[in-house]
C-alpha cells in the first residue's frame, strides 16, 4: 500500500481544511480534538471541493459548502442529504512532524 507524505503537521489547524493535490486526486486535511484526518477533497454529490467548508466539530463532520450534505470525517458516511455516497477517508500517520496516509 502506497504511502504518501500530505504535510508538516503544523499546517493543519484545528476545524480548518487544507487541500493537497496527490497523484490519487485531492486529498482534505484537518484536525479535530488534536487528531489529523484525511479524506477525498471532493464532494461525493457534485464534486464541489471542500475549501470552504465548515466542519462541525461536535460532531466530525464536514458540511458541503454547495448543498449542505454532510459527511462524518471518521468514516466517510454520508450523514445528511443531498449526499448520499460516502467519501474516501484515509488512515493517517504521524512521523515526526510529517503527516503521511496510507493508500489501498
Do not use: W
Request: glycine share 8%.
Amino acid at each position: 500500500m502506497p504511502k504518501i507524505k500530505l504535510c508538516n503537521v503544523n499546517e493543519v489547524q484545528e476545524g480548518q481544511v487544507i487541500s493537497k493535490i496527490t497523484p490519487y486526486g485531492p486529498i482534505g486535511i484537518t484536525k479535530i480534538h488534536d487528531r489529523v484526518l484525511a479524506f477525498q477533497d471532493e464532494c461525493t454529490h457534485d464534486g464541489a471541493p471542500f475549501d470552504q467548508a465548515r466542519i462541525e466539530l461536535s460532531t466530525k463532520e464536514i458540511i458541503c459548502p454547495r448543498h449542505g450534505g454532510r459527511f462524518n470525517l471518521e468514516t466517510g458516511r454520508a450523514t445528511k442529504l443531498p449526499a448520499t455516497e460516502a467519501l474516501e477517508v484515509y488512515e493517517v500517520e504521524i512521523q515526526g512532524n510529517d503527516v503521511y496516509i496510507n493508500i489501498d
